[in-house]
C-alpha cells in the first residue's frame, strides 16, 4: 500500500518572532556553586542554561532556551587548558555580558526600571543563588536564528524587554486613578439644605 505524506502538514516547533512572556526553569548543569551552572566546552566558561516557557496566548508551553554565561577562570590551574591571549578579552566580555542580561532579567521580573537604585530595587537584584530564577517570569523580544552545523533554525532571546523600554507590557492603572483636578471639581454636598 503506498502512503502519500503530501498532505501532512509539518508540525513548527518554533514560534514566531515577536515579545513573549517567559516563565525560567533553570537546568542544572553539575558546576559552580551549588551545582547550578553548566561548564562550557571551552572548559573556563560557566553559563546559566535556562528553558524559558511562553506563559500566555498562541504560544503558551512553547519553550525558548537560553545560555547566559556568568564567570570565567581566569586562573593557571594545571587542569585547565591553556587561554588564547587573542580570545581572554571576548571571554571577559562574554561573562560581563551575561551578568547584564541576568540583571534585565530581574528587572523586567520585578518590573524595576534599570535606574531604579532604591533600596527595595538593589535588594531585589540580590540572589541567594542562582536558582532564585526558577519560576521567575520576564518579557522578552524572541527571534529566529538561522539553523547551522547539522542543526535545525531555533528560537533565541534577542534582548529583555525592561520596564524602561516601550514593548514592556504596563498595567493601564491611569484610568482608575483620578487627578487632583478631577477630585477638586467634585461638586461638594451642600449640608444647609434640608434634604427630602
Excluded at 513573549?20 to 559552580?32: D, F, H, M, N, S
Excluded at 560557566?46 to 532556551?65: H, P
Excluded at 535545525?152 to 514592556?168: A, E, K, M, Q, R
Aim: charged letters at 30%; glycine letters at 8%; hydrophobic letters at 35%.
Amino acid at each position: 500500500m503506498a502512503i502519500d505524506l503530501n498532505t501532512v502538514k509539518p508540525v513548527r516547533d518554533l514560534i514566531p518572532p515577536g515579545v513573549y512572556r517567559l516563565e525560567i526553569t533553570v537546568k542544572r548543569g553539575g558546576a559552580g556553586d551549588g551545582g547550578w551552572l553548566r561548564l562550557a566546552k571551552n572548559q573556563r566558561s560557566l553559563m546559566l542554561e535556562l528553558e524559558c516557557k511562553v506563559v500566555g496566548g498562541d504560544y503558551a508551553g512553547k519553550k525558548v532556551w537560553d545560555y547566559i554565561t556568568v564567570e570565567f577562570d581566569e586562573t593557571d590551574a594545571l587542569h585547565l587548558p591553556p587561554i588564547d591571549p587573542s580570545k581572554l578579552e571576548n571571554y571577559r566580555t562574554s561573562a560581563r555580558m551575561g551578568l547584564v542580561k541576568l540583571r534585565a532579567i530581574i528587572d523586567s521580573a520585578f518590573a524595576l526600571d534599570p535606574n531604579d537604585d532604591s533600596f527595595v530595587a538593589k535588594e531585589k537584584r540580590k540572589l541567594a543563588s542562582y536558582g532564585d530564577l526558577h519560576g521567575l517570569e520576564f518579557y522578552a523580544q524572541v527571534e529566529e536564528r538561522p539553523g547551522r552545523d547539522s542543526y535545525g533554525p531555533s528560537n533565541t532571546i534577542d534582548f529583555v524587554i525592561t520596564p524602561d523600554l516601550p514593548d514592556y507590557p504596563h498595567a493601564d492603572v491611569a484610568q482608575f486613578k483620578r487627578t487632583l483636578e478631577q477630585e477638586m471639581n467634585d461638586a461638594i454636598p451642600d449640608f444647609s439644605k434640608p434634604r427630602h
